[in-house]
């Protein structure tokens, strides 16, 4: 059974930085590319980053050059490094395993990240 668990969540100060961690367990984290989402108060769920087996990483166009995500495959752990922190950035992060077609198909338990102003 595959298992992904979360932690870095906080409260920072506009303009801050923090760093999430996704660690998995029961699968077969080389293989997988995992994702980063968020979901705010009242919106929908919506991609933030993902980073393949091989080290490529893409982005939302509202994170691109203040977030980079990372993977440490020894560690079966996933990173994403969160700078210039916005208060439009307060959002419950979730990391995800992202099968064949790109989806995800397991989910952490979520992160809370907020931002103040």
């Known amino acids: 059974q595959v298992r992904l668990v979360e932690s870095g969540g906080g409260l920072v100060q506009a303009g801050g930085s923090l760093r999430l961690s996704c660690t998995a367990s029961?699968?077969?984290?080389?293989?997988?590319?995992q994702g980063w989402y968020r979901q705010a108060p009242g919106k929908q769920r919506e991609f933030v980053a993902r980073?393949?087996?091989?080290?490529?990483?893409n982005y939302a166009d509202s994170v691109k050059g203040r977030f980079t995500a990372s993977r440490d495959n020894s560690k079966n752990t996933v990173y994403l490094q969160m700078n210039s922190l916005k208060p439009e950035d307060t959002a419950v992060y979730y990391c995800?395993?992202?099968?064949?077609?790109?989806?995800?198909?397991?989910w952490g338990q979520g992160t809370q990240v907020t931002v103040s102003s």
């Open positions: 995800a395993a992202l099968g064949f077609t790109g989806n995800p198909y397991v």
């Open positions: 029961g699968s077969i984290f080389s293989r997988d590319a």
């Open positions: 980073a393949t087996p091989g080290g490529v990483t």
